[in-house]
Nanobody, 125 residues
Framework: QLQLVESGGGLVQPGGSLRLSCAAS????????IGWFRQAPGKEREGVSC????????NYADSVKGRFTISRDNVKNTVYLQMNSLKPEDTAAYYC??????????????????WGQGTQVTVSS
């Protein structure tokens, strides 16, 4: 079975931090570019960040630049999203997705082949 599982979400106060994990099973994540997406209530799904197959390049949405960092650990077959200085508008369900087609990455959801089930992030005082 090919599977992506997100974890690390939760409730945090504004200005706090969380680290999300995207763990792969049934396939080697090395061969995939990985994207993080989020969807808030009443809003469309949007791209947050992505990382290339070899980790050599990354992209971030303007709204999270300087606050979020994406990384990958091939030994653990896991991709991370470190989220700092969290804001209430970051509240959303966060999803990771894998793109087998490209060595680089894009933040368009149609480019991704496999999706995780999501993890909820809530930023509130």
């Amino acid at each position: 079975q090919l599977q992506l599982v997100e974890s690390g979400g939760g409730l945090v106060q504004p200005g706090g931090s969380l680290r999300l994990s995207c763990a792969a099973s049934g396939f080697t994540l090395d061969y995939y570019a990985i994207g993080w997406f989020r969807q808030a209530p009443g809003k469309e799904r949007e791209g947050v960040s992505c990382i290339s197959r070899n980790g050599g390049s990354t992209n971030y949405a303007d709204s999270v630049k300087g606050r979020f960092t994406i990384s990958r650990d091939n030994v653990k077959n896991t991709v991370y999203l470190q989220m700092n200085s969290l804001k209430p508008e970051d509240t959303a369900a966060y999803y990771c997705a894998a793109d087998r087609r490209r060595a680089t990455c894009v933040m368009s959801q149609v480019s991704y082949d496999f999706w995780g089930q999501g993890t909820q992030v809530t930023v509130s005082s």
